[in-house]
Structures are given as C-alpha cells and as structure tokens.
C-alpha cells in the first residue's frame, strides 16, 4: 500500500519532466468572424475537440459598436460550446506588432539575459517608435554561431496598450486571455498538427483577407515576414467582394506576392519554393484562391486545409462539410494549439511556435502553475482519503471476524515461552560452535605454522587434517617410514589429548609414501 501511495504523490503535475495540457481555446477575431477552436492532443496526435464561429456584419456606426457586437458573439459562442474552462489564445494584426529577427554579436545565455532585462540590448539593435517601455517584448535565440561570432534573436514586440485593447473584448465576453501570439505566426503554428510537428524546411502561407495580407516565410525555422501590400481601395473590393473583384486587383496583389517570394529567397538562400499554403478569412475566400491560383502561375498554390492531419470526431465532421472555407479555421486553431506554453514548456520548442506578448505573462505562468498544482494535490488528497476511508474499513471489518479470545492469547503467551526457552538453548549451543571454530581455527593455524613442521621427523608432512565436535578429529600424515608414527603421536600429544595411531596404509606403488592416519581430541 505505501509503494501505491508513493506512486500517487510521485504522479506528473508535480515533477513531471512531460508537458501538462492546459485546456486552452484558440480565439480568432477577423472583419468577418468571430471562430472559435479547441483541440486536444494524446501522444502525437491531435484531435478536434470544438469548432465553432460567429458571423460580423460587413460594418457598424462605429468602433465601439463593432466591439460590442464581438464581446456578444463571443459570450455566445462560450455558452453554444459550454466551455469549462476561461483560458484563452488571442492574435494581434501583423500590422500592429514589430517582427524582425536582430543579428548581434555572441554573448553567453547570462549576458544575453541580462543585456535583455536592462534594455540596453534593445537601444543598440532594435528602432521602435517612441520608449521601449511602451511595449511589451518577446524574444529568444533562434540560431548561434560561435565561429562567426554571432547570435540570431528572434524579436516580436506590441505596444502595451494595443494589446490590451484586443485583451479587453475577450475579458468582456468571459474568456481569460494567457496567450497574445501574432496572427502570421498563429497561421504558421498548424503545423504543429503535422505527423513531424512542422520539421525544417521551407514553408510559405499567405493570407489574403482585405485587412490582414501578409506572407509568413518559414525556411530551417528562421522567419521571413512580409506586408503584402494591399491599397484602401482594394482593400474594400476584397471585403465586399462582387464586382470590384477585378482582374486588375488581383494582378496588383500578386504582383505584391511575387515580391515577398523573391526577397525570401534571397534573404534565406533556398533555390525555389515547392508551394504556398493560401488562406482568407473572407468568406468568398475560394473565388479569391481561384482568382489568386490563376495569377500565380510559377508556384503551386494549394487553399489551405487546417484540418487535414487531424482527429475529427464522427459529431463535427458534418459541420466541418457544411464549411465553405476551411482555411478560415487556420488562426483560430494554430492558436489552440498554444495549450502548453503556458507552463513555460516553450523553452524548448521553436521560438515562432511560442510567441507570447500578454505583458503580465511571467506572474500569470506562476499562477497557472499554482492553480495546476493545487488541482492535482487536491485530487492525490481526494484519492488519499478514500484510501485510507476503505484501509479504516477493512482493518475494522478484520478486527471484529479475527479478534482473540483470552483462552487463545493465554496460549500464546505459552507457545512464547516455549519458544523463547528453545532459542536460549539454541544460542547457547551457537556460542559453543564459535568458540569450537576459532579453537579449530587456532590449530590450523598452528599446524601450518613452519615451526610445527620443523619438528615433523624428516621426510613427513602433514596431507590432511579434519576436525570434528563430537567425535575423534584426525591428522593425515604422508611419510617413507612408517615406524616414525610414534615420534608424530609425542609431538602432538603435546597440545592434544587421546592421540592414537588409527592405521597406516601402505603405498599403492613402490617408492611411494606411507599414509599415516592419527586420531586424537582437541583439549
């Protein structure tokens, strides 16, 4: 029982070197949508858990309507999806957060950190509109080089007050924001749902949705981020769709499109791209795809499937099939796959895959933490209690079948005396074994000693000697003459007591030695 015990308190979520899943809902807020995604992963595999969105109108009277049409949306999509949990992953708009990757000359990890924590690693390499203290930073080292004697930092920042303008509509509506990622990275983060979890390569996204057009560039998990560039004008044609699709708008966004290809691969040095993965969170996304493929004749464009390497419960695969554009599912579940970095486990993964900008987000990992150790001790103590609730019950039910009566406790108390007395005895006898031994030891000793076998006569030595208790021991001496017997039997007499000739054998050849053999009993 107590090996059991130490197996429950020893249970990860204490000291577990694994990652512990914290149920996380990935949030995505576009122009046209409001989606909501929760997934879980068992091993490698990841499976769908809920799916579900909200339509916005096209426009409101102003801004503050438009947020409380989100916040609505948004509490209903909690209350449809009956979520029992608050946690939520949210994105910024690429255009409202500074990505760059800053190569600086190498430091060690302690100097890195500390130029980090001061600022002063920041005021060197990196320009931001106004103080640095407006904003909230996150970094990490995505590539060393002690040869070159460089280090490769991965920088995204948001100011402060954006972010928490964006964490405000979730408060609002109920959810508790613990990831801010950016929208090009959440894209990127369906990889994470791939059989080998996004490996190196190259990889390109685009996403095209009127407000938000950007390519992400992954190539050996370096980023390469790039605005597409996307006028006011054809801006709104793209959200309103219809007839400003034109031909000639199209051409101008590719043309944009070619742009950033070409400076991704030069800046990283791959030959070609194989593919882009397109996205829209439109919802004429497919025309736009189409219209997209046509202009873009020199790649492979493919619409973007979010769900392909996932497990789809038989109760979602008809409202996945009733989706006209899977690709607007990408953010909203790149983000749902954030449910572990919460605990700090994004140490160890590609610093892309993590990116996390809420400002107070080291105290809320504690706090996270916290909460999670104390669910699972109140659980071990609840398993502990009912332990020991059915131990009591047991020992009781024991105690009253298998209790003793005072006739049977007399009787032992004999059978204990009895077998207390059998001990002494056995004690006493072990003693005189030992003493016996050391005794027999001794004489070993002693006959094998070079000054016992210069007394010996010459030409005889001793072959063979056995000790006995309780009968008569015997020395086996090997001698040419055997009438030299008598002068052994006076030697040993000396330190034994009844020594006498046994016999003597003759040799089974001739030449050969006589065999002695003397009996005699240790004093």
């Known amino acids: 029982m107590l090996e059991n015990l130490k197996n429950i308190?020893?249970?990860?979520?204490?000291?577990?070197?694994?990652?512990?899943?914290?149920?996380?809902?990935?949030?995505?807020i576009s122009h046209s949508y409001v989606r909501l995604v929760q997934?879980?992963?068992?091993?490698?595999?990841?499976?769908?858990?809920?799916?579900?969105?909200?339509?916005?109108?096209?426009?409101?009277?102003?801004?503050?309507?438009?947020?409380?049409?989100?916040?609505?949306?948004?509490?209903?999509?909690?209350?449809?999806?009956?979520?029992?949990?608050?946690?939520?992953?949210?994105?910024?708009?690429?255009?409202?957060?500074?990505?760059?990757?800053?190569?600086?000359?190498?430091?060690?990890?302690e100097e890195l950190k500390e130029a980090a924590d001061n600022g002063s690693l920041w005021d060197t390499a990196i320009n931001v509109p106004g103080e640095i203290s407006e904003y909230s930073i996150f970094w990490q080292t995505i590539k060393k080089d002690r040869e070159k004697n460089t280090l490769s930092l991965l920088f995204v920042a948001s100011r402060v007050d954006e972010i928490e303008k964006n964490c405000d509509l979730v408060r609002k509506a109920g959810f508790d924001p613990l990831v801010v990622d950016v929208r090009c990275f959440a894209l990127r983060n369906i990889l994470k749902t791939h059989p080998d979890g996004g490996a190196k390569g190259t990889q390109v996204f685009v996403e095209i949705s009127g407000q938000e057009n950007y390519a992400v560039c992954m190539h050996d998990d370096l980023p390469f981020i790039y605005d597409i560039y996307v006028s006011d004008d054809d801006s709104d044609a793209l959200v309103k769709g219809g007839e400003g699709l034109t031909d000639e708008l199209f051409t101008r966004v590719a043309s944009q499109?070619?742009?950033?290809?070409?400076?991704?691969?030069?800046?990283?040095?791959?030959?070609?791209?194989?593919?882009?993965?397109?996205?829209?969170?439109?919802?004429?996304?497919?025309?736009?795809?189409?219209?997209?493929?046509?202009?873009?004749?020199?790649?492979?464009?493919?619409?973007?499937?979010?769900?392909?390497?996932?497990?789809?419960?038989?109760?979602?695969?008809?409202?996945?099939?009733?989706?006209?554009?899977?690709?607007?599912?990408?953010?909203?579940?790149?983000?749902?796959?954030?449910?572990?970095?919460?605990?700090?486990?994004?140490?160890?993964?590609?610093?892309?895959?993590?990116?996390?900008?809420?400002?107070?987000?080291?105290?809320?990992?504690?706090?996270?933490?916290?909460?999670?150790?104390?669910?699972?001790?109140?659980?071990?103590?609840?398993?502990?209690?009912?332990?020991?609730?059915?131990?009591?019950?047991?020992?009781?039910?024991?105690?009253?079948?298998?209790?003793?009566?005072?006739?049977?406790?007399?009787?032992?108390k004999i059978n204990a005396m009895n077998e207390e007395t059998k001990l002494a005895e056995k004690t006493e006898e072990l003693d005189k074994l030992k003493a016996w031994t050391q005794t027999s030891g001794a004489i070993n000793s002693k006959l094998l000693d070079i000054s016992f076998s210069a007394n010996l006569p010459n030409g005889t030595y001793v072959s063979e000697i056995q000790h006995y208790r309780s009968k008569p021991s015997l020395f086996v001496f090997k001698a040419r003459d055997p009438a030299i017997s008598g002068k052994i039997i006076n030697i040993l007499s000396k330190d034994f007591k009844n020594v006498t000739l046994k016999d003597i054998q003759s040799p089974n050849k001739k030449g050969g030695l006589n065999t002695i053999n003397i009996n005699y009993l240790i004093k």
């Open 9 to 28: 308190l020893n249970k990860p979520g204490n000291k577990s070197t694994e990652p512990v899943q914290q149920p996380i809902v990935g949030v995505d």
């Open 39 to 109: 997934l879980e992963k068992k091993k490698k595999v990841w499976s769908l858990v809920k799916l579900s969105s909200k339509v916005l109108e096209d426009s409101y009277e102003n801004e503050d309507k438009r947020n409380e049409a989100i916040v609505t949306q948004l509490k209903n999509l909690k209350l449809e999806q009956k979520l029992q949990f608050d946690q939520a992953a949210i994105s910024l708009p690429v255009n409202s957060a500074i990505v760059q990757v800053v190569q600086i000359p190498y430091l060690e990890e």
């Open 257 to 412: 499109v070619r742009t950033a290809t070409t400076s991704f691969m030069k800046q990283s040095g791959v030959p070609g791209i194989e593919e882009i993965q397109f996205s829209s969170s439109l919802p004429f996304a497919k025309k736009i795809y189409e219209k997209f493929k046509s202009e873009i004749v020199e790649y492979k464009i493919n619409l973007m499937d979010p769900f392909h390497n996932l497990q789809i419960p038989s109760a979602l695969k008809s409202r996945l099939q009733s989706e006209k554009n899977g690709s607007s599912f990408g953010i909203a579940l790149g983000l749902a796959t954030r449910q572990l970095d919460v605990f700090g486990y994004f140490k160890f993964v590609t610093a892309v895959s993590n990116i996390n900008l809420l400002p107070d987000r080291a105290d809320r990992a504690t706090k996270e933490k916290k909460k999670s150790v104390t669910t699972s001790l109140m659980q071990k103590l609840s398993i502990l209690s009912t332990l020991f609730f059915g131990s009591t019950l047991a020992i009781y039910f024991y105690m009253v079948t298998t209790m003793y009566s005072v006739s049977d406790t007399e009787s032992m």
